[in-house]
């Protein structure tokens, strides 16, 4: 039986301890292409790996693997930031990435963490507030990366970087630094990844994506109550009456003094009537 690409992307992501990301990243795709060409990727991905093996020698450190690795992404392949189209979805979508060798931090970093991964190298996302980061821990500590030019971070660059989030959040002088450091779950990036989707998709109006993305949302987050929230409100933008009020009625009867419950109870009556009317 052939899966359905949500069943797919169900089956990947259900058991937190054995979430694979590079596939579950690359599945996100699915909905912009779908005739997204898994194996071909992976192969691709394995050949560049391999390749990056071969020069490697069997005693090669961490550190002398790690720094190959960064030539290889960055020098050779020209890996980079597509800081000229920054907002294009094609930034999420890993297929795309690997083919245009162009990202957002986050997407480079998938694709650079899992050639790292096939070295030997035990490379973590870090959820850093407003630029996605990498991580290695060595010996002598950890080493945090920029995927978009593979530069290692100094504490003073780190702490500079979080001030402005901090003193948004009225955090005051203190820098909380190692809290932002925690290797991020794949859970947790999968979840920027349509959260940058959704983002873009709902500033372009285009609900049809918006709706995609969020029927991943609530696979992925089924505990999120919210995410449930806002897939009805795409439905509603979509003209899908019935399944726009299941969502928002579901979010209400759990979240009945949320701070836009009145907003929401303010959709249902034209809502009900819509899904009345005959097709």
Not at 67 to 84: P, Y
Not at 87 to 93: A, L, R, W
Not at 160 to 188: I, K, N, S, T, V
Not at 253 to 266: C, K, S, W
Request: charge should be negative; include cysteine; aromatic fraction near 8%.
């Amino acid at each position: 039986m052939t899966l359905t690409p949500l069943e797919y992307f169900s089956s990947l992501v259900r058991q937190d301890d054995s979430i694979p990301l590079f596939e579950s990243a690359l599945a996100l795709g699915q909905d912009a292409y779908p005739d997204l060409d898994f194996s071909a990727c992976q192969i691709e991905m394995d050949t560049l790996a391999l390749k990056l093996k071969q020069r490697l020698s069997a005693d090669a450190s961490h550190i002398q693997k790690l720094r190959m690795l960064n030539h290889f992404f960055f020098q050779e392949l020209a890996f980079a930031g597509n800081i000229n189209n920054y907002y294009d979805p094609d930034n999420s979508y890993i297929h795309r990435v690997i083919t245009s060798r162009r990202g957002i931090p986050i997407s480079l970093a998938v694709v650079y963490m899992e050639l790292g991964q096939q070295i030997g190298l035990n490379m973590k996302g870090v959820s850093f507030p407003g630029h996605f980061l990498m991580k290695l821990s060595v010996q002598s500590g950890d080493i945090v990366l920029d995927p978009m030019n593979g530069s290692s971070l100094s504490r003073e660059e780190l702490e500079e970087r979080l001030e402005p989030y901090l003193e948004q959040q009225e955090y005051g002088d203190e820098l909380p630094l190692a809290a932002y450091l925690r290797a991020a779950h794949p859970r947790e990036i999968l979840t920027r990844m349509l959260r940058n989707l959704k983002a873009i998709f709902t500033d372009a109006q285009r609900w049809q994506r918006v709706l995609d993305v969020q029927e991943r949302l609530v696979i992925l987050l089924p505990d999120e109550i919210t995410e449930r929230r806002d897939r009805g409100l795409a439905y509603a933008n979509m003209a899908e009456p019935q399944a726009a009020l299941d969502d928002l009625e579901a979010y209400l009867a759990l979240r009945p003094d949320a701070e836009d419950a009145d907003i929401m109870r303010e959709k249902l009556p034209e809502l009900r009537h819509a899904s009345r009317r005959p097709n």
